[in-house]
Structures are given as structure tokens and as C-alpha cells.
């Protein structure tokens, strides 16, 4: 009964969101790119890493209003057409943390390639851009992040060309090797992350997640196992 006079009127409140996008999966499933891909996993992915970091995470849609938010996830948010790119894009010059991955802004609100370089209508914010990428099914690549640590890379590699941007690890192997792989980019008074790829690491999402919330100005929590999940509520002030 305490516990339940306690938690009475109180709410989740949630700094970051996780971007889902419905038009970008029933994309995919009209041409999926390569066999290896899975929409839903990536952003498990990302979704997981936030959750293990004991954070509140809302899933939001495309349409609804982002302004609230201090970070930002969009897993391969491949359709973006000019109005998503544009308040997403205001949304980092106000203050905001993106983090984007390969495949984000190839097509318009048609599903159609935008025709300009990618990522489209977010590569001002990016402040990268990506004029070669390689998917793949079989092939194993790998990425070296600036601190020296190496992570297993596959399913799909953007080769990025950093403008404004810092370059926060590079691929290892093949005719790629030593391009940029993962971007950092100050945009107006906020920051976009670019994932180029995708990795089996665990720990990879959870760093490169830790590095969102800690440069929007949001603590990340001690780590908890997988299964275990940690949500924090407000009420009248207090957590």
C-alpha cells in the first residue's frame, strides 16, 4: 500500500526517444537491401543499450513533436522527406543530440531516391557525407575507434566523407580501410552522431549511446544486466 500511494499520480519522464519510423519499415520490406538487415533488430539494438544504461526511453513517430527531447535515436531511418529533415535538422541547431545509422534519408515520402547525396535532407546536421556504401551478406569488416578499441563491423558499410565533422572510428580491412566509419558533428548548439554500420558488440552500443547521453548533458546510469529493466518516476519534483 505504501509503494502504491507512492507511485499514485506520479509519471515516467523521458529525455531521450527512440525514432520509429513505419513508412521506413514498409520500405524495407519492399526492398530490403540485403538479406541480413532487420529494421526491427537495429533499433533493439539501440533501444537496448539505452534501457541497460537506465534510461527512459519514449518510441516516438515521425510525426510527433521532438522539442521536449534532449536526444533523439533513428535506426536506419531511411524515409525522411523535407519537412522530417527539416525539424529534425532544427531540432540539433536547437540543442538537441541526434544519432543516426546507415541507410538514414535515401528516400522521400514516395519512396524514392531523393537524388541528392546522402543523407539527404539531414546531411547539413550530419555534416557528413556518404558517396559510397557496401552491403553486404557474407563479408566481415571491422572498425577502430579513436581510443584504440576495436569492434566487429557487418551487414552494411557507409563509407562517410567528414565536411565539418570529427571522425570517431575508421574501418580496418579492404579498400576502405582507414575511411571514416562513425561521425561526431556540432550542428548550431547541438550534436549528430552518424553509425555507418552495424556490429554484433554489445558494448559498442552501449558506449556509443553513453556518449549521447553524456554530451546532452544526461547521466547515464550504472549498467544493468540484459532482462533487467530500471525506470525511474516523478512526482511533485522528486524522482
Known amino acids: ?12 519522464v523521458s529525455d531521450v ?18 538479406t541480413k538487415f532487420s529494421y526491427d533488430a537495429l533499433a533493439v539494438d539501440y533501444y537496448k ?3 541497460q544504461l537506465r534510461t527512459n526511453v519514449d518510441v516516438v513517430f515521425p510525426q510527433q513533436d521532438f522539442s521536449h527531447y534532449k536526444v533523439i535515436v533513428a535506426p536506419a531511418l531511411l524515409v525522411v522527406d523535407r519537412d522530417l529533415g527539416a525539424r529534425l535538422t532544427d531540432f540539433v541547431k536547437n540543442g538537441g543530440t541526434l544519432v543516426l545509422t546507415f541507410l538514414a534519408g535515401y528516400k522521400d515520402q514516395n519512396n524514392w531516391d531523393t537524388q541528392t547525396t546522402l543523407p539527404g535532407f539531414l546531411k547539413a546536421a550530419t555534416g557528413a557525407a556518404v558517396h559510397d ?9 571491422e572498425i577502430v575507434m579513436s581510443d584504440g578499441t576495436h569492434y566487429p563491423a ?10 565539418t565533422a570529427e571522425t570517431l572510428a575508421t574501418y580496418t580491412n579492404r579498400y576502405y580501410k582507414g575511411q ?5 558533428n556540432h550542428f548550431g548548439k547541438g550534436t549528430t552522431y552518424y553509425v555507418g554500420t ?11 549511446m553513453s556518449a549521447a547521453l553524456t554530451g546532452a548533458g544526461i547521466k547515464p546510469g ?14 511533485a519534483g522528486k524522482k
Request: aromatic letters at 10%; hydrophobic letters at 35%.
Open 1 to 12: 500500500p505504501k509503494i502504491t500511494s507512492l507511485l499514485q499520480g506520479s509519471t515516467v
Open 222 to 235: 550504472q549498467l544493468v544486466p540484459y532482462g533487467v529493466q530500471v525506470a525511474s518516476r516523478e512526482k
Open 17 to 34: 526517444a527512440l525514432l520509429v519510423s513505419p513508412d521506413s519499415r514498409w520500405s524495407f520490406r519492399v526492398q530490403p537491401h540485403t
Open 49 to 51: 543499450a539505452l534501457r
Open 198 to 208: 552495424k556490429t554484433s558488440s554489445e558494448e559498442f552500443y552501449q558506449k556509443i
Open 133 to 141: 556504401f557496401d552491403p553486404q551478406i557474407e563479408q566481415k569488416q
Open 180 to 184: 571514416a566509419a562513425i561521425t561526431k
Open 154 to 163: 557487418e551487414v552494411w558499410y557507409d563509407i562517410l566523407t567528414p565536411d
